[in-house]
Every structure is written in C-alpha cells, then in structure tokens.
C-alpha cells in the first residue's frame, strides 16, 4: 500500500518514529502541503494521512487510487466526508491522545493568571526583589481558586477530566451538556444551561465541538452574563468566540482575563484582536502537543490504518456502505 502524509511536521518534527506506518506499506511523508501540491504528492495514494490540509470535493475526485483517508486529529472540519462517503473512501479520525495534556494546559493558563508566575519571576531576575524592603512583595492580585466555580461548557472525556482536576483543587464545579448523564459524585457538582453556567462560573472553560449552533457562542450578548471578575479559557476550537467581541469585553474590565489556545484562523494574521487585548494569554495551539500524547496519536493513527487493513475499520466518521 502506498501511504503519503500530506503534513506531518506539526506532529513529528522529528522527535518521534513514522516506522509502524512503514511497517504497512510504502510510506512518503511531507511536511506541509499547499493546496495546488496535493493532488501531484496524493496522486499515487492508496491511504492519505492528514492534520490540516484541505481535501475538498475538487481534490478527492482527482485522488483515482485513494482507498483510505487517516485524519491525524479528533477534528476533520478540513475533509469533504460527502464526497468521500460517495467515492467509498472511509475517513478516520483519533478520538482520543490529548486528553491528560489538554487539561493539563487548561491549568496551566488558569494558574498563570491567579499567580502570573512569569511577572513575578522576571521582577525578580530583574533585581526588584533585592531592591525591596519586605521580604515578599506581588504586582498583581493573587487568587486562590479553593470555593471558586468551575463551569465546563460541553463535559466529554477532557471537559470530565478538566472537572477532576478542578474538584481536586477544591473548586465547585457545574456543567452545561447537551447529553446530561451520568453526573459525576461530585459535592455541588449540578448540570445547567449555558446561560447560568456563565453567570454563576468564576472560571469558564470551553470543550465542546464547533458545530453550527456553537459557533461563535461567546460574544458580546454572552459575555455580558460572565462575573467581571470571572476568567474564559478556550482550549478547544477558536471559532466557537467571537474575537472582537471578547477582546473589547477584556479592554473594557468586562473580565478579569482569557485565555485562548485557538484561534478562529491559524496561523493567526497579526491584527487579531486577542493577540492584542488586556489580560489575554495566547498560546500557539500547544494543548495537544505534548509527546506523550503525540507518541498516542501517531500509534492510534497506525492502529486505525491496520485495521482497515484488516477488514475491520474503527472510528470511521463517514459512514459507508458495506
């Protein structure tokens, strides 16, 4: 089997072995992709593997040999699964790799705004804790989160696991699901809508996926219900916040901060209204990238290839005709 990787390099960038794909057939790996270089490099393809390169109908029609379409993430936004259901071409994706590690980031942005470790370490490289006569001294407000309210908006593998880690610190923690089951044995722990989630929350985090009716969810008339004093943290899809609408929320005090780890497009132009608002942490959508959960990507991305391989195909998202 010939397998091409249209852009492999934000996976592996080189710390990490492709020698299980190659263990299944001829593979040709790629860094990144341009558009008007996918059909020459897939030509020949029998299984694509892709991240973020687009396969529109346009493209998939001039695929001839292409039998197998691997997603190398959980999202496929980029993938024309109609087409590729019409052509019986089976989409994969990778459901779950990243859960620890997106949580994990979840916290690490929370924290930084209840302590901004980095200010307060550069003050003190910068001589200004030997320059002081106190023994301590702090240049921004520093927030325990102990009795604070966490509020999960979507409660899947990580929105759960961000909830565990929330209660582990003596957080509250509630909930706004569409599938309001199997509530977790939490004290105080309630499902709500999303509405009082976001005026009852200290701290909003977003896990859910971007669809039609959650796209652009946080805007102007939404943020108006958050507590000034309350955080927004995005780990999960940058469309799901209206930009503009956030960042004028934070230049006005209408939040205490945000932080983002996606954006509505990426790599993002410069004049994003994030890049530049108060009290804002942008990070470059590192949540996955961990390598311990890319060492799980790219082994779930194999098992998924093996399995077609074998006649039993697992976490196929178009469905196809047996």
Not at 113 to 128: D, I, Q, T
Not at 136 to 145: D, G, N, R, V, Y
Not at 267 to 295: F, G, M, Q, S
Request: hydrophobic fraction near 45%; include cysteine.
């Amino acid at each position: 089997m010939k397998i091409v990787i249209l852009d492999g390099h934000a996976i592996n960038p080189g710390d990490l072995s492709w020698d299980a794909l190659r263990e299944l057939g001829s593979l040709e790996i790629f860094d990144r992709t341009a558009e008007d270089l996918i059909v020459p490099r897939a030509k020949e393809a029998e299984a694509l593997l892709t991240t973020r390169t687009p396969l529109s109908r346009q493209t998939l029609l001039q695929l001839k040999r292409l039998r197998y379409i691997g997603e190398m993430f959980t999202g496929y936004d980029e993938i024309d699964l109609k087409t590729a259901r019409e052509l019986n071409i089976p989409v994969t994706n990778v459901p779950t790799y990243g859960t620890d590690s997106v949580a994990q980031l979840v916290f690490a942005l929370l924290l930084e705004h209840c302590h901004h470790v980095a200010l307060h370490s550069a003050a003190a490289r910068a001589g200004e804790w030997s320059q002081s006569p106190d023994f301590s001294f702090w240049k921004t407000p520093l927030i325990e989160l102990q009795d604070k309210t966490m509020g999960i908006v979507g409660f899947g593998r990580i929105g759960r696991h961000v909830g565990e880690v929330a209660k582990a610190l003596g957080m509250r923690v509630i909930a706004a699901s569409p599938d309001q089951v199997d509530a977790p044995p939490w004290p105080g722990f309630r499902w709500c809508d999303v509405d009082e989630l976001l005026s009852a929350a200290d701290v909003v985090s977003l896990h859910c996926p971007l669809m039609p009716q959650t796209r652009g969810m946080i805007n102007a008339a939404s943020l108006s219900k958050m507590k000034p004093g309350a955080f927004l943290i995005n780990t999960s899809r940058g469309p799901l916040i209206v930009e503009q609408d956030l960042a004028d929320a934070l230049n006005v005090g209408r939040l205490a901060g945000a932080a983002v780890d996606v954006l509505s497009s990426e790599p993002p132009a410069l004049d994003n209204p994030l890049l530049h608002a108060k009290n804002c942490i942008v990070t470059p959508h590192i949540a996955w990238a961990t390598k311990e959960a890319r060492t799980r990507l790219i082994e779930s991305v194999v098992t998924n290839l093996r399995a077609f391989l074998e006649h039993r195909p697992v976490n196929v998202v178009n469905q196809i005709a047996a």
